[in-house]
């Protein structure tokens, strides 16, 4: 089972990037995939999360209406595009895939299946 998280790097204010999360090892389809995010000093936030089974996206609140996630399953891989980017989006960004649903991923009690490594995001000011 591989998560591969790809896209990082350092932008300016107002930027974009997109990050790429490549899957293998396992049924993608039956899995929801997202992207957690951890800042120095920080707790761990759910940022957003696409789930094939039940045709759902989740988004932080912290985040609507400048990142948009999406799926090609034809690659098994996901998507973040991430526009307007601000300083407080500064973190390492991790990939992580939930069977089924967006449950654990968007902060709810439930397990997260499997993790890929982290990928640093910096917007300077």
């Known amino acids: 089972v591989q998560l591969q998280a790809s896209g990082g790097g350092l932008v300016q204010a107002g930027g974009s990037l997109r990050l790429s999360c490549a899957a293998s090892?396992?049924?993608?389809?039956?899995?929801?995939i997202g992207w957690f995010r951890q800042a120095p000093g920080k707790e761990r936030e759910g940022v957003s999360c696409?789930?094939?089974?039940?045709?759902?996206?989740y988004y932080a609140d912290s985040v609507k209406g400048r990142f948009t996630i999406s799926s090609d399953n034809a690659k098994n891989t996901v998507y973040l595009q991430m526009n307007s980017l601000k300083p407080e989006d500064t973190a390492v960004y991790y990939c992580?895939?939930?069977?089924?649903?967006?449950?654990?991923?968007?902060?709810?009690?439930?397990?997260?299946?499997?993790w890929g490594k982290g990928t640093q995001v910096t917007v300077s000011s």
């Open positions: 992580a895939a939930e069977l089924f649903a967006c449950w654990g991923l968007q902060g709810l009690d439930y397990e997260i299946n499997y």
């Open positions: 090892g396992f049924a993608f389809n039956d899995y929801a």
């Open positions: 696409i789930s094939n089974a039940q045709g759902t996206t």
